[in-house]
Protein backbone atom coordinates (compact mmCIF):
# COMPACT_ATOMS: atom_id res chain seq x y z
CA UNK A 1 0.00 0.00 0.00
CA UNK A 2 0.92 3.81 -1.09
CA UNK A 3 0.85 4.44 3.10
CA UNK A 4 3.71 1.02 3.75
CA UNK A 5 5.69 2.65 0.92
CA UNK A 6 6.09 5.54 2.45
CA UNK A 7 6.94 4.20 5.65
CA UNK A 8 9.44 1.97 3.93
CA UNK A 9 10.65 5.33 2.46
CA UNK A 10 10.51 7.14 5.95
CA UNK A 11 12.62 4.26 7.99
CA UNK A 12 15.17 4.25 4.89
CA UNK A 13 15.55 8.35 5.20
CA UNK A 14 16.17 7.63 8.83
CA UNK A 15 18.50 4.89 8.58
CA UNK A 16 20.65 6.95 6.22
CA UNK A 17 20.71 9.53 8.55
CA UNK A 18 21.40 7.02 11.20
CA UNK A 19 24.49 5.63 8.88
CA UNK A 20 25.37 9.39 7.91
CA UNK A 21 25.85 10.33 11.46
CA UNK A 22 28.60 7.37 12.46
CA UNK A 23 30.44 7.85 8.92
CA UNK A 24 30.94 11.82 9.92
CA UNK A 25 31.96 10.78 13.32
CA UNK A 26 34.21 8.82 11.21
CA UNK A 27 34.93 11.09 8.26
CA UNK A 28 37.62 12.34 6.67
CA UNK A 29 37.40 15.70 7.60
CA UNK A 30 36.21 15.02 11.38
CA UNK A 31 39.11 14.48 14.02
CA UNK A 32 36.48 12.33 16.32
CA UNK A 33 36.60 8.64 16.04
CA UNK A 34 33.52 6.70 17.56
CA UNK A 35 33.94 3.06 17.08
CA UNK A 36 30.88 1.01 16.37
CA UNK A 37 30.87 -2.71 16.95
CA UNK A 38 29.51 -4.54 13.28
CA UNK A 39 26.84 -6.15 14.60
CA UNK A 40 25.67 -2.99 16.12
CA UNK A 41 25.88 -0.90 12.90
CA UNK A 42 24.32 -3.85 11.04
CA UNK A 43 21.71 -3.79 13.09
CA UNK A 44 20.98 -0.44 13.19
CA UNK A 45 21.14 0.00 9.26
CA UNK A 46 18.52 -2.92 9.34
CA UNK A 47 16.37 -1.69 11.66
CA UNK A 48 16.72 -3.88 13.99
CA UNK A 49 16.30 -4.09 18.01
CA UNK A 50 19.52 -2.78 19.68
CA UNK A 51 20.27 -1.85 23.51
CA UNK A 52 22.58 0.40 24.78
CA UNK A 53 24.50 -0.43 28.24
CA UNK A 54 26.29 1.26 30.44
CA UNK A 55 29.61 0.51 32.13
CA UNK A 56 30.37 2.70 35.35
CA UNK A 57 27.98 0.01 36.32
CA UNK A 58 30.53 -2.45 35.80
CA UNK A 59 33.79 -0.43 36.82
CA UNK A 60 32.45 0.88 39.54
CA UNK A 61 29.61 -0.41 40.60
CA UNK A 62 29.97 -3.99 41.31
CA UNK A 63 33.36 -5.85 42.39
CA UNK A 64 35.48 -7.57 39.84
CA UNK A 65 34.92 -10.70 38.88
CA UNK A 66 30.83 -10.65 39.44
CA UNK A 67 31.05 -7.43 36.95
CA UNK A 68 32.30 -8.89 34.10
CA UNK A 69 29.95 -12.31 34.78
CA UNK A 70 27.41 -9.92 34.84
CA UNK A 71 27.67 -7.93 31.93
CA UNK A 72 28.27 -11.09 29.94
CA UNK A 73 24.73 -12.47 31.37
CA UNK A 74 23.38 -8.76 30.72
CA UNK A 75 24.98 -9.20 27.24
CA UNK A 76 23.15 -12.53 26.59
CA UNK A 77 19.69 -12.09 28.17
CA UNK A 78 19.14 -8.91 25.61
CA UNK A 79 20.42 -11.43 22.27
CA UNK A 80 18.25 -14.13 23.52
CA UNK A 81 15.13 -11.55 23.88
CA UNK A 82 15.94 -10.74 19.74
CA UNK A 83 18.23 -7.43 20.31
CA UNK A 84 21.64 -6.56 19.99
CA UNK A 85 23.68 -5.96 22.83
CA UNK A 86 26.37 -2.27 22.75
CA UNK A 87 27.98 -2.01 25.59
CA UNK A 88 29.40 1.68 25.79
CA UNK A 89 33.10 3.23 27.06
CA UNK A 90 35.24 4.74 25.58
CA UNK A 91 39.12 2.68 25.38
CA UNK A 92 42.24 4.01 24.72
CA UNK A 93 40.52 7.55 23.92
CA UNK A 94 38.09 6.22 21.42
CA UNK A 95 34.28 5.82 22.18
CA UNK A 96 33.40 2.59 21.57
CA UNK A 97 29.49 1.53 20.82
CA UNK A 98 29.65 -2.30 21.54
CA UNK A 99 32.21 -4.23 23.07
CA UNK A 100 33.95 -7.29 22.21
CA UNK A 101 34.17 -9.96 24.76
CA UNK A 102 38.18 -9.03 25.62
CA UNK A 103 37.01 -5.28 25.83
CA UNK A 104 34.66 -5.99 28.27
CA UNK A 105 37.12 -8.13 30.72
CA UNK A 106 39.57 -5.44 30.16
CA UNK A 107 37.26 -2.73 31.45
CA UNK A 108 36.07 -5.46 34.37
CA UNK A 109 39.76 -5.72 35.84
CA UNK A 110 40.25 -2.09 34.74
CA UNK A 111 37.63 -1.76 37.70
CA UNK A 112 38.23 1.98 38.97
CA UNK A 113 41.12 2.82 37.43
CA UNK A 114 39.04 3.79 34.83
CA UNK A 115 37.78 7.48 35.10
CA UNK A 116 34.23 7.29 35.94
CA UNK A 117 33.30 9.42 32.93
CA UNK A 118 29.53 11.17 33.15
CA UNK A 119 28.90 14.21 30.16
CA UNK A 120 31.31 16.61 31.34
CA UNK A 121 34.46 14.19 31.58
CA UNK A 122 34.00 12.42 27.81
CA UNK A 123 36.18 15.57 26.15
CA UNK A 124 38.60 15.14 28.48
CA UNK A 125 38.84 11.29 28.65
CA UNK A 126 39.35 11.07 24.71
CA UNK A 127 41.51 13.73 24.38
CA UNK A 128 44.30 12.56 27.11
CA UNK A 129 43.80 9.05 25.66
CA UNK A 130 41.88 7.55 28.65
CA UNK A 131 39.87 4.84 29.29
CA UNK A 132 36.53 5.84 30.65
CA UNK A 133 33.40 3.92 31.99
CA UNK A 134 30.53 6.08 30.89
CA UNK A 135 27.75 6.68 33.57
CA UNK A 136 23.96 6.97 32.36
CA UNK A 137 24.60 10.37 31.02
CA UNK A 138 27.42 9.69 28.62
CA UNK A 139 25.82 6.32 27.49
CA UNK A 140 22.85 8.44 26.69
CA UNK A 141 24.98 11.28 24.36
CA UNK A 142 26.81 8.39 22.73
CA UNK A 143 23.49 5.89 22.44
CA UNK A 144 21.65 9.07 21.19
CA UNK A 145 24.88 9.64 18.46
CA UNK A 146 24.31 6.33 16.77
CA UNK A 147 20.66 6.23 16.84
CA UNK A 148 20.22 3.91 19.66
CA UNK A 149 16.67 4.76 21.35
CA UNK A 150 17.33 1.97 24.17
CA UNK A 151 19.46 1.93 27.17
CA UNK A 152 19.21 -0.30 29.84
CA UNK A 153 21.09 0.06 33.06
CA UNK A 154 20.50 -0.63 36.99
CA UNK A 155 19.72 2.55 38.91
CA UNK A 156 20.28 6.15 37.34
CA UNK A 157 21.96 8.64 39.38
CA UNK A 158 19.56 11.83 40.94
CA UNK A 159 19.11 14.54 43.34
CA UNK A 160 21.65 13.47 46.33
CA UNK A 161 20.72 13.74 50.07
CA UNK A 162 21.88 17.16 51.53
CA UNK A 163 21.39 18.59 48.42
CA UNK A 164 20.70 21.77 49.87
CA UNK A 165 24.04 21.95 50.89
CA UNK A 166 26.15 20.49 48.14
CA UNK A 167 24.01 21.24 45.31
CA UNK A 168 24.95 17.81 44.05
CA UNK A 169 22.60 16.74 41.87
CA UNK A 170 22.87 14.16 38.94
CA UNK A 171 23.88 15.24 35.66
CA UNK A 172 22.23 12.07 34.77
CA UNK A 173 18.72 14.09 34.90
CA UNK A 174 20.06 16.68 33.36
CA UNK A 175 20.77 14.55 30.52
CA UNK A 176 17.18 12.90 30.40
CA UNK A 177 16.08 16.18 29.70
CA UNK A 178 17.84 16.80 26.56
CA UNK A 179 18.31 13.62 24.80
CA UNK A 180 15.94 11.46 23.20
CA UNK A 181 17.19 8.11 24.69
CA UNK A 182 14.56 6.08 26.66
CA UNK A 183 16.60 4.36 29.91
CA UNK A 184 15.20 1.55 31.35
CA UNK A 185 16.34 1.17 35.69
CA UNK A 186 15.06 0.02 38.83
CA UNK A 187 14.22 3.36 40.08
CA UNK A 188 16.97 4.81 41.95
CA UNK A 189 18.40 4.06 45.65
CA UNK A 190 17.51 5.52 48.62
CA UNK A 191 20.89 7.10 49.23
CA UNK A 192 19.54 9.70 47.38
CA UNK A 193 16.46 11.92 47.83
CA UNK A 194 13.70 10.07 45.73
CA UNK A 195 10.50 12.69 45.84
CA UNK A 196 12.98 15.29 44.50
CA UNK A 197 14.65 13.38 42.17
CA UNK A 198 10.84 13.05 40.39
CA UNK A 199 10.52 16.76 41.10
CA UNK A 200 13.80 17.15 39.32
CA UNK A 201 12.50 15.05 36.43
CA UNK A 202 9.50 16.70 36.08
CA UNK A 203 11.21 20.07 35.92
CA UNK A 204 13.57 18.75 32.87
CA UNK A 205 10.35 17.63 31.17
CA UNK A 206 11.24 13.96 31.35
CA UNK A 207 8.09 11.12 31.26
CA UNK A 208 9.20 9.13 34.35
CA UNK A 209 7.49 5.72 33.59
CA UNK A 210 6.70 2.79 36.10
CA UNK A 211 6.20 -0.87 34.71
CA UNK A 212 3.06 -2.68 36.27
CA UNK A 213 2.81 -0.25 38.84
CA UNK A 214 1.74 3.41 39.68
CA UNK A 215 4.81 3.84 42.15
CA UNK A 216 8.42 4.55 41.41
CA UNK A 217 10.47 1.84 42.57
CA UNK A 218 13.66 2.58 44.87
CA UNK A 219 16.11 0.16 43.22
CA UNK A 220 16.47 -2.81 46.21
CA UNK A 221 12.72 -2.38 47.15
CA UNK A 222 9.78 -2.55 44.62
CA UNK A 223 8.14 1.14 46.27
CA UNK A 224 9.12 4.33 47.43
CA UNK A 225 6.12 6.26 48.11
CA UNK A 226 6.26 8.07 45.18
CA UNK A 227 3.70 8.20 42.52
CA UNK A 228 4.43 8.42 39.08
CA UNK A 229 1.67 10.06 36.55
CA UNK A 230 2.50 7.56 33.62
CA UNK A 231 1.70 3.61 34.08
CA UNK A 232 2.99 1.55 31.34
CA UNK A 233 1.80 -2.60 31.52
CA UNK A 234 3.44 -3.93 28.08
CA UNK A 235 6.75 -3.72 26.47
CA UNK A 236 3.90 -2.61 23.67
CA UNK A 237 3.14 0.59 25.81
CA UNK A 238 6.60 0.96 26.58
CA UNK A 239 7.06 0.88 22.46
CA UNK A 240 4.15 3.26 22.40
CA UNK A 241 4.74 6.38 24.28
CA UNK A 242 8.49 6.35 23.04
CA UNK A 243 6.99 6.25 19.47
CA UNK A 244 5.13 9.08 20.24
CA UNK A 245 7.81 11.13 22.07
CA UNK A 246 10.45 10.78 19.18
CA UNK A 247 7.71 11.45 16.42
CA UNK A 248 6.49 15.09 18.22
CA UNK A 249 10.14 15.96 18.77
CA UNK A 250 10.12 16.15 22.12
CA UNK A 251 13.99 15.91 22.11
CA UNK A 252 14.27 14.69 25.64
CA UNK A 253 14.61 11.04 27.40
CA UNK A 254 12.05 8.64 28.43
CA UNK A 255 12.75 6.94 32.30
CA UNK A 256 10.91 3.61 32.82
CA UNK A 257 11.20 2.51 35.68
CA UNK A 258 10.81 -1.55 36.25
CA UNK A 259 10.46 -2.46 39.96
CA UNK A 260 12.78 -5.31 41.44
CA UNK A 261 11.39 -8.73 41.44
CA UNK A 262 9.92 -9.33 44.26
CA UNK A 263 12.26 -12.80 45.15
CA UNK A 264 14.80 -10.68 44.69
CA UNK A 265 13.78 -7.25 46.92
CA UNK A 266 16.22 -6.76 49.73
CA UNK A 267 15.00 -6.76 53.13
CA UNK A 268 13.83 -2.79 53.27
CA UNK A 269 15.34 -2.21 56.93
CA UNK A 270 18.32 -3.44 56.78
CA UNK A 271 19.35 -1.90 53.26
CA UNK A 272 18.05 1.39 55.03
CA UNK A 273 20.25 0.94 57.93
CA UNK A 274 23.09 0.37 55.57
CA UNK A 275 22.64 3.39 53.69
CA UNK A 276 21.92 5.11 56.90
CA UNK A 277 25.72 4.23 58.54
CA UNK A 278 26.83 4.61 54.31
CA UNK A 279 25.95 8.43 54.54
CA UNK A 280 26.98 9.00 58.02
CA UNK A 281 30.46 7.57 57.14
CA UNK A 282 30.87 9.55 53.46
CA UNK A 283 30.19 12.73 54.96
CA UNK A 284 32.79 11.87 58.35
CA UNK A 285 35.53 11.39 55.25
CA UNK A 286 34.39 14.58 53.45
CA UNK A 287 33.79 12.49 50.79
CA UNK A 288 31.83 14.45 47.85
CA UNK A 289 31.42 14.80 44.46
CA UNK A 290 31.90 12.33 41.46
CA UNK A 291 33.37 9.95 44.08
CA UNK A 292 30.15 9.87 46.24
CA UNK A 293 28.03 7.76 44.36
CA UNK A 294 30.68 4.25 44.45
CA UNK A 295 31.58 4.75 47.98
CA UNK A 296 27.91 4.68 48.86
CA UNK A 297 27.28 1.39 46.45
CA UNK A 298 30.64 -0.24 47.68
CA UNK A 299 29.78 0.62 51.44
CA UNK A 300 26.10 -0.61 51.30
CA UNK A 301 27.31 -3.69 49.79
CA UNK A 302 29.65 -3.98 52.99
CA UNK A 303 27.30 -3.62 55.79
CA UNK A 304 25.02 -5.82 53.84
CA UNK A 305 27.11 -8.74 53.32
CA UNK A 306 27.00 -8.77 50.04
CA UNK A 307 22.62 -8.70 49.71
CA UNK A 308 22.64 -5.93 47.82
CA UNK A 309 25.01 -6.90 45.11
CA UNK A 310 22.48 -9.99 44.80
CA UNK A 311 19.80 -7.75 44.48
CA UNK A 312 21.49 -5.65 42.23
CA UNK A 313 22.94 -8.31 39.41
CA UNK A 314 18.70 -10.17 39.75
CA UNK A 315 17.25 -6.20 38.84
CA UNK A 316 19.76 -5.69 36.18
CA UNK A 317 19.13 -9.00 34.21
CA UNK A 318 15.21 -8.05 35.15
CA UNK A 319 15.64 -4.90 33.19
CA UNK A 320 17.71 -6.42 30.48
CA UNK A 321 14.34 -8.68 29.93
CA UNK A 322 12.45 -6.07 30.02
CA UNK A 323 14.69 -3.09 28.06
CA UNK A 324 15.36 -6.07 24.96
CA UNK A 325 11.41 -7.01 24.89
CA UNK A 326 10.87 -2.71 24.30
CA UNK A 327 13.35 -2.48 21.82
CA UNK A 328 12.11 -5.18 19.54
CA UNK A 329 8.41 -3.96 20.62
CA UNK A 330 9.70 -0.37 18.84
CA UNK A 331 11.52 -2.20 15.78
CA UNK A 332 8.48 -3.70 15.15
CA UNK A 333 6.31 0.07 15.24
CA UNK A 334 9.00 1.31 12.97
CA UNK A 335 8.54 -1.44 10.59
N1 LIG B 1 23.37 4.17 40.91
C1 LIG B 1 23.42 2.84 41.04
N2 LIG B 1 24.38 2.14 40.39
C2 LIG B 1 25.31 2.77 39.60
C3 LIG B 1 25.24 4.18 39.46
C4 LIG B 1 24.25 4.84 40.12
O1 LIG B 1 22.61 2.26 41.73
O2 LIG B 1 26.19 2.09 39.03
C5 LIG B 1 26.21 4.89 38.55
C6 LIG B 1 25.60 5.10 37.16
O3 LIG B 1 26.61 5.00 36.19
C7 LIG B 1 25.09 6.52 37.24
C8 LIG B 1 26.15 7.17 38.10
O4 LIG B 1 24.96 7.14 35.99
O5 LIG B 1 26.49 6.18 39.06
C9 LIG B 1 25.68 8.46 38.74
O6 LIG B 1 26.77 9.04 39.39
P1 LIG B 1 26.60 10.49 40.08
O7 LIG B 1 25.67 10.26 41.24
O8 LIG B 1 27.98 10.88 40.47
O9 LIG B 1 25.99 11.38 39.04
MN1 LIG C 1 27.21 14.44 41.50
Redo the contacts with the bound molecule.
Keep these: SPASRLANLRRHLDLTEAVNKVAQINGIGGSMKVKVASEVSQALSLGRAVVAL ?4 IS ?3 PYPQNLQTAIEVESIVRENGAVPATIAILDGTPCVGLSLEELERLASLGTSAR ?1 T ?1 RRDIANVVARGENG ?7 MFFASMVNIPIFV ?6 V ?1 RHWEHSM ?5 LVELGRTPVAVV ?2 G ?2 S ?2 DIPRTLEYLETQGVCVAAYKTNEFPA ?1 FTETSGCKVSCRVDSPEDCACIIDASFKLKLGNGILIAVPIPQEHSASGHIIESAIHKAIKEARENNIT ?6 FL ?1 AKVNDLTGGASLAA ?1 IALVKNNALVGAKVAVALAEKRK
Excluded at 289 to 294: C, K, L
Aim: charged share 15%.
Design positions: ESTIHGMKAATTVSATTGGIGGHDISSDCAVKILFGSAETPLN
